[in-house]
């Protein structure tokens, strides 16, 4: 069974950090490309960051460059995304997601629940 389990989520502060946590199980890790995505409520969802197979190529949309950060520790089939410098609009359910292409796209293959990160200002 195809698991992405995402944690981590919580309230900060405005300038606060929190690490997400994707944990992956169910299918060959390595072969897949994770990214995060971020719905905000009454908002269309929204590709935040993505760690690419193979070359371990990272994406970031614009409003998150320098703030956050994503890695992967295949070892242990889980990708983390550090966020730092955190601003009310971030405020969103943030889910993982794999396909098995070299990049993320918007029809992500395998789909985790989400873990809620709210920024207090």
């Known amino acids: 069974e195809v698991q992405l389990q995402a944690s981590g989520g919580g309230l900060v502060q405005t300038g606060g950090s929190l690490r997400l946590s994707c944990a992956a199980s169910g299918f060959t890790f390595d072969d897949y490309s994770i990214g995060w995505f971020r719905q905000a409520p009454g908002k269309e969802r929204e590709g935040v960051s993505c760690i690419s197979r193979g070359n371990g190529y990272t994406y970031y949309t614009n409003t998150v460059k320098g703030r956050f950060t994503i890695s992967s520790d295949n070892a242990n089939n889980t990708v983390y995304l550090q966020m730092n410098s955190l601003r009310p609009e971030d405020t969103a359910v943030y889910l993982c997601?794999?396909?098995?292409?070299?990049?993320?796209?918007?029809?992500?293959?395998?789909w985790g629940r989400g873990t809620l990160v709210t920024v207090s200002s």
């Open positions: 997601a794999a396909v098995m292409l070299d990049r993320c796209v918007a029809a992500m293959e395998f």
